[in-house]
């Protein structure tokens, strides 16, 4: 079991990563001249930025509690490559920076080629953290932490939580995102990122899949084979629920948006398992507390 004072780097690192999917997936369209057109962004994308801040801003309070131990844990005195950790914090402090400066822009009625310019830079930062955030956690100590299975991980938490919040919102009736394309552009992203987590899963993960990582056999139990099934049987619910929000429905009926909140409820719930279950391998390795990363 998951250690409590661990906890804070579960709720960051998702908390990020998902902030970042729903950013790309909620202003992609901004880079487009139809989207800009029509004007999408003015009208409310604005709470967006805000909301995403509030997002970022609450996974960096969480991160303040890891360990009892302010913003210092992100300083690896002791670690042995400390650069790692620096980079991750300030990929992610010039992420939380494009999106003040975005939401500035947007609260003051910017628009044309500077606002997609920005969007498409603070899109790239964001890419940039979930990359960086990967890279950190390839620590020598933590052997099956060291390898691209991490870095596919974080970013299908990022895409797939992304795109299941904008369609939950589209279908709701966000005004920021009533073009009709989008309705379909997020169901079918949603249902083919389900469906690659479930692949992903089945077949990759460190411990339990079908191919799991040399060396990962002393780290199988019967909880951890228990957990992996659940989060199998979550991501097949989600597709089974997409199959009842087909993506030409715009009539945002109740039982569409019940089914989406289950959804992303699901998703939520399966990342953050996955998650534990990840930084459990931390423990069961019996790396020393420094050598966890930050996020």
């Known amino acids: 079991m998951l250690k409590l004072k661990e906890w804070p780097l579960v709720m960051f690192s998702v908390l990020v990563q998902s902030s ?15 989207a800009r057109e029509n004007r999408w962004l003015f009208r409310a994308a604005d709470r967006w930025g805000l909301a995403l801040l509030g997002l970022v801003g609450l996974a960096l309070l969480i991160s303040l509690f890891h360990r009892g131990r302010s913003l210092s ?15 991750e914090i300030s990929s992610l402090g010039i992420f939380f920076l494009l999106l003040v400066v975005l939401e500035f822009l947007l609260v003051m009625r910017f628009q044309g080629g500077l606002l997609a310019a920005l969007v ?13 955030m990967s890279r950190s956690h390839c620590l020598s100590g933590i052997r099956l932490w060291k390898s691209s299975r991490t870095a596919v991980f974080f970013f299908l938490t990022a895409f797939l ?9 589209q279908r709701i009736g966000s005004a920021a995102l009533m073009l009709s394309w989008l309705g379909g552009l997020y169901w079918w992203a949603a ?19 079908l191919f799991p990582l040399p060396g990962s056999w002393p780290f199988r139990s019967r909880s951890r084979r228990a957990v992996f099934a659940l989060r199998l049987a979550m991501l097949l619910a989600i597709l089974g629920l997409l199959l009842n929000s087909h993506p030409a429905d715009r009539s945002h009926n ?14 939520i719930t399966e990342e953050v398992l996955g998650r534990i279950t990840f930084y459990a391998l931390a423990e069961s390795t019996g790396s020393s507390s420094r050598n966890v990363p930050a996020g």
Do not use: C, E, K
Not at 255 to 267: C, D, E, M, P
């Open 120 to 132: 498409m830079l603070a899109g790239l930062s964001g890419l940039m953290v979930i990359y960086v």
């Open 254 to 267: 109740h039982a569409t948006v019940i089914f989406l909140i289950l959804s992303l409820t699901l998703a």
């Open 191 to 209: 249902a083919l990122l389900a469906g690659l987590a479930f692949i992903y899963l089945l077949l990759f993960d460190q411990v339990s899949g």
């Open 161 to 169: 939580v992304g795109s299941l919040t904008m369609l939950l919102f």
């Open 73 to 87: 844990v992100y300083f690896p005195v002791q670690d042995h490559q400390p650069g790692r950790l620096n980079r």
């Open 20 to 34: 970042v999917g729903i950013f790309i997936f909620a202003f992609g369209a901004a880079v487009l001249p139809r």
